[in-house]
């Protein structure tokens, strides 16, 4: 039996699919325990590990005969996980779910949730203690550190599976993967979309992110930075406004693109877009294959990764006469950074 490890059921059933896709044998280990359940995936058996312990995490790997512990990311939660199967003697795989960043910025309110920090750290220390190295680990994921120091000693991955040998270098160069039991796969997103290109359309799709769910940007400064990107397109001659919506995206976020007059992409079947608009989504590779121009609107602190240039064009909010540009994507270079 595996246990497929992440935030969303949605996310589980995304990413894995075209590597091991999730039967009715295996566990989903989420955090979330609001499930949207993707279609034809009901039957599948469930646990929400919100709130437990290190003690009933332990306790949970060793009493399911599990087999195998596939993870998505290396988030504290994911980190302990991997070691707890490490020491039982389980084989873990990990599975590349989007494009990263070497460290995300948030806001200080994120790291003010009293609560949530203590149950994680206290989790994270039962299992590693507080040897230097831990300790390094934790700092570099609050942009502090280096977490090559948190090596293949401390924690053993089986087999990886990224989308391309960009990221396989990149995963080597950030963490500790071995090149020898790790695969390409390419882009799991390409099979999800269902958009077509209009070049005579007025429809614009914006491609959300949990920017302000992560902490990395609050919902005043996102409401009013959404209010200058769609006049620039309005003034640009875009009518129609669309958006995808991200798996852990907020009922407060969903409502304010309702007042803003944004459409779900998922209430019409195939759309027609002139546009597509985002900052570092893993979905806006995917949709520039289908050769529709993308525009690419800095919102949050974090610094847009330099590759995503190949995409398109940039949207400057800070210069009112800012251009909407339509440039063409650079499919070979596309390829080269997520895979065909």
């Known amino acids: 039996m595996r246990v497929y490890f992440e935030i969303t059921v949605g996310n589980i059933v995304r990413y894995n699919a075209h590597v091991k896709p999730p039967c009715s044998d295996d566990i989903l280990l989420v955090f979330d325990d609001n499930q949207d359940w993707p279609e034809g995936n009901s039957l599948l058996h469930v646990e929400c590990y919100k709130g437990w312990t290190a003690a009933k995490l332990k306790n949970f790997i060793l009493s399911n005969n599990v087999e195998e512990v596939v993870v998505n ?10 070691k707890l199967c490490n020491l039982a003697g389980i084989k873990v795989t990990y599975v590349q779910h989007g494009q990263y960043t070497s460290y995300v910025k948030r806001n200080l309110s994120f790291y003010l949730r009293i609560s949530r920090a203590y149950h994680f750290l206290k989790i994270y220390f039962s299992c590693f203690g507080f040897e230097v190295s831990s300790i390094s680990y934790l700092l570099a994921l609050l942009g502090v550190g280096n977490r090559r120091l948190f090596s293949s000693k401390h924690i053993h991955i089986e087999n990886a599976f990224v989308w391309s ?7 080597n160069k950030n963490y500790w993967f071995r090149a020898s039991n790790t695969f390409v796969t390419g882009d799991p997103n390409l099979s999800l979309l269902d958009y077509v290109y209009g070049p005579r359309s007025s429809a614009v799709l914006f491609v959300s992110q949990s920017l302000v769910e992560d902490g990395r940007l609050s919902f005043r400064k996102y409401k009013r930075k959404l209010l200058c990107l769609r006049q620039l397109l309005i003034k640009a001659g875009y009518v129609d406004f669309y958006f995808r919506q991200h798996p852990r995206q907020s009922m407060k ?10 459409r779900s992409d998922r209430s019409i079947a ?3 877009v002139a546009l597509c608009v985002g900052s570092y989504s893993s979905v806006l590779p995917s949709i520039s294959r289908l050769n529709i121009p993308i525009a ?3 919102l949050d602190d974090q610094v847009i990764p330099e590759y995503f240039s190949v995409l398109g064009s940039f949207i400057d909010l800070n210069e009112v006469n800012s251009v909407v540009s339509t440039s063409q994507p650079d499919i070979e270079k596309v ?3 997520w895979g065909g």
């Open 253 to 262: 976020i969903l409502a304010l693109f309702e007042q803003l007059g944004f």
């Open 73 to 82: 990311s290396f988030r504290l939660t994911d980190v302990v996980i991997i």
């Open 335 to 337: 390829n080269f950074y």
């Open 270 to 272: 195939a759309l027609e």
């Open 165 to 171: 040998h960009f990221w396989l270098d990149w995963h």
């Open 296 to 298: 690419l609107v800095q």
